[in-house]
């Protein structure tokens, strides 16, 4: 959908921010450590409950608080929405239009973003959980079925883990391998038909990425090709109990993306591996909003980093195409950023102030 506005309380050095938002594209200008990867943070943790930066959000807590309290108002055709998350004395609530929610991905349903960062080239050489990530989120907002499914497998996982470490009976753990079997391979199948769907694609924006540099993706489901979950469970029964985690399943699989039949990782330089994985994200976040007819939120941090001018200009002209709403930030500002921004902000020492 998309902020009309967020305001930030007592959130890493920002005391207190408010921004009027562009549905368009929104720049934050300011200099390294002045705070621009915070406000995009905020952003992030009111759309996925958690953060980029840190796995324990009482560092996002501004010195001397006891908590933060980060609020936006949603764009929407019909009706604007207002979502909530504050953290206090270690406790974490989500509100949205005034009401508590149980699940933090009611948030993301709500409140899509794609996150762009320095970090964003480990979807292509780093290990698999990237990949899994970015194929889940992509799931999560087409597939209506996956939620569930996942929540299922991921139930199952914990449980079945639980009784392989604590060494109890063969029988015990086998109840969990039925369960496990069935929410895998659904979660296998949902997963492959997204995938087969958003290649195309994926995969041509890519391509053009690269200049006409063939691509390639293969999902590796987690187990081997031509045998059901539930048989390779019984296989890998006796390792699984060894060394008391389940080894096998949809929480191992992977993507296997080959640039010009080679491991992309083995193929690209540094930079080209930004480029590629930037290709996949706008790419995702396009297809998203063609088949729910819905808008997401590009977050994209510190673009220019390691990237030359053309590819940098390629880059931004993509992520004109998406026609999502972007809030982008700068150490600098460009002329092409200038040129469409529908609004421009400026940090400094824990103040932010709009330009444009």
């Excluded at 998309?2 to 200008?29: E, H, K, P, Y």
């Excluded at 936006?72 to 206090?88: C, D, G, K, V, Y």
């Excluded at 063939?214 to 489901?221: A, L, N």
Aim: hydrophobic content about 40%.
């Amino acid at each position: 959908m998309g902020l009309q506005s967020l305001s930030i309380r007592r959130f890493r050095c920002f005391a207190s921010a408010d921004l009027d938002l562009s549905s368009r594209l929104n720049v934050i200008l300011g200099k390294n450590a002045s705070g621009k990867t915070s406000i995009l943070e905020a952003f992030y943790l009111l759309s996925r409950g958690r953060s980029f930066r840190t796995a324990h959000l009482d560092a996002a807590v501004q010195q001397g608080s006891a908590g933060f309290l980060l609020a936006a108002r949603t764009i929407s055709q019909r009706f604007p929405m207002e979502i909530s998350l504050a953290r206090q004395d270690g406790v974490l609530e989500a509100k949205i239009g005034g009401k508590a929610v149980k699940g933090l991905s009611q948030l993301a349903a709500v409140f899509p973003v794609q996150l762009l960062d320095g970090q964003a080239n480990q979807l292509i050489n780093g290990g698999p959980k990237y990949r899994r990530q970015f194929l889940d989120w992509g799931t999560f907002h087409v597939e209506q079925r996956f939620y569930q499914t996942w929540y299922g497998y991921c139930q199952a996982l914990r449980q079945r883990n639980i009784l392989l470490k604590a060494n109890r009976p063969k029988a015990e753990v086998a109840v969990w391998d039925v369960e496990l079997a069935k929410h895998g391979e659904e979660l296998s199948e949902i997963r492959q038909r997204y995938l087969q769907n958003l290649c195309p694609h994926a995969l041509k924006s890519a391509e053009q990425s690269l200049d006409g540099v063939p691509v390639s993706i293969e999902y590796r489901r987690g187990w081997p090709v031509g045998m059901r979950l539930a048989e390779a469970l019984q296989i890998w029964a006796k390792k699984d109990r060894m060394l008391g985690v389940t080894h096998t399943g949809p929480h191992r699989a992977d993507l296997a993306i080959r640039v010009n039949g080679r491991p992309a990782q083995e193929a690209i330089s540094r930079g080209q591996e930004k480029v590629l994985a930037a290709a996949f994200l706008l790419a995702q976040a396009d297809f998203y909003q063609r088949e729910s007819r819905l808008s997401c939120t590009l977050l994209v941090d510190d673009l220019a980093a390691e990237l030359d001018a053309d590819h940098l200009r390629r880059l931004l002209q993509r992520i004109s195409e998406v026609g999502a709403q972007v809030i982008m930030t700068a150490i600098e500002s460009l002329p092409a950023l200038n040129e469409t921004a529908g609004a421009v902000f400026h940090v400094k020492q824990g103040n932010c102030h709009r330009m444009v």
